[in-house]
């Protein structure tokens, strides 16, 4: 009978049985004793430790990445509101000084107050 217990082959039945026994040495807390690496139990730890740090600091990152690329756009709208401020001041500046030269001249040209109508 031991003999043929030692011949015996795995079958397929024997994948689901083996897996029910690992579930259940994992929920005691027994998996590892009985895959014999209790003396490596440290190193375990320290992997796991490592392998934990290692996502935290990929999502801090991550995290940090986002923020500066959103601060990048909010950056670059900024820009573009400064530069059409800067063409209204300079173009406001020049009208003021073409109104100027066209008072000199003695003409009755003014800013127009409202915009200009659009003809169909």
């Known amino acids: 009978m031991l003999g043929e217990k030692k011949q ?16 259940l040495a994992t929920i ?7 895959l014999h690496v209790n003396k490596y139990f440290i190193h375990i730890i ?7 740090v ?4 990929s999502l801090k990152i991550e995290k940090t990445l986002t923020r500066v690329e959103e601060n990048r756009k909010a950056l670059q709208d900024i820009e573009i509101y ?3 401020k800067t063409v209204e001041l300079a173009g406001m ?5 073409i109104e100027d030269m066209l008072r000199d001249k003695g003409s009755e040209l003014t800013i127009p107050e409202k915009p200009a109508d659009r003809i169909k």
């Not at 500046?93 to 000084?97: A, D, Y």
């Open 82 to 84: 400064h530069a059409q």
């Open 54 to 57: 290692s996502i935290w600091l």
């Open 8 to 23: 015996r082959k795995w079958k397929l039945a024997d994948i689901g049985l083996w897996l029910k026994n690992a579930f």
């Open 46 to 52: 320290y992997t796991f430790f490592l392998f934990w």
């Open 28 to 34: 005691k807390g027994e998996f590892l004793l009985r």
């Open 93 to 97: 500046g020049r009208m003021s000084k």
